[in-house]
């Protein structure tokens, strides 16, 4: 069974702090790797995605890094604002258009003022 | 915006009675996707397709089946529903291959 394994599922950082939320895969294959992070009552949003061709990729404040040999990614959120209180799922798949996304159960994030 | 919509947005259906979800996208994906979400559990996919009336089973297919007639819709069927369906289920188109998925804002059914 092919897995992403998220951690935590909760995580409280002050203002300004730094957020980390980290996942863990099984299957090499995988070579996509995006993140999305969902507010209550909406759908989850494409946040930033990351090919294993690279070790970091940065937007903004949110960074993805990348350690292939582990097997794992983690998303650093910089500079946290209330604002990014959300629930933040990592994802990963193959190549190709037969391959499915493969989610992780989910972090929610709150960041106190 | 990905040109998403569900419909309904909400909806409380009894035990037993059948229920349909649809998914209408406006900018002719090929890939299209149903999602349900529950705590502790993240994103289960239920049903995926890859084009007109061609669908195959996700993870968590047990209880539903989908149809794909018109390549801007895909329609969820819970044919008897069960308290154990009580979710949020969510639409989903892929783009780029279908590994980067957009989703719509999500469907609310409760089954008393």
């Known amino acids: 069974q092919q897995q992403v394994k998220q951690s935590p599922q909760s995580l409280i950082v002050q203002k300004g702090g730094i957020s980390i939320i980290n996942c863990a895969y099984e299957?090499?294959?995988?070579?996509?790797f995006p993140w999305y992070q969902q507010f209550p009552g909406k759908g989850p949003a494409l946040l930033i995605a990351?090919?294993?061709?690279?070790s970091e990729k940065k937007e903004g404040r949110f960074t993805i890094s990348f350690n292939k040999s582990a097997k794992q990614f983690s998303l650093h959120i910089m500079d946290s604002q209330p604002g990014d209180s959300a629930t933040y799922f990592c994802?990963?798949?193959?190549?190709?258009?037969?391959?499915?996304?493969?989610f992780g159960k989910g972090t929610k994030l709150t960041v106190n003022p | 915006d990905a040109g998403i919509t569900q419909s309904p947005r909400h909806k409380v259906t009894e035990t037993g009675t059948p229920v349909t979800l649809r998914c209408h996208q406006t900018?002719?994906?090929?890939?299209m996707y149903w999602y349900r979400q529950d705590p502790g559990h993240g994103l289960r996919l239920i049903h995926y397709?890859?084009?007109?009336?061609?669908?195959d089973k996700g993870e968590v297919s047990d209880g539903y089946s989908v149809s794909r007639s018109k390549t801007e819709d895909f329609l969820l069927t819970l044919e008897s529903a069960t308290s154990s369906q009580t979710s949020v289920y969510f639409c989903?188109?892929?783009?780029?291959?279908?590994?980067?998925?957009?989703f719509g804002e999500g469907s609310w059914l409760t089954v008393v």
């Open positions: 299957n090499t294959a995988f070579d996509y």
């Open positions: 989903a188109i892929g783009v780029r291959s279908g590994n980067t998925i957009y």
């Open positions: 990351i090919r294993p061709d690279v």
């Open positions: 900018e002719n994906h090929r890939y």
């Open positions: 397709s890859y084009g007109v009336k061609d669908t």
């Open positions: 994802a990963a798949s193959g190549s190709g258009g037969s391959e499915k996304l493969v």
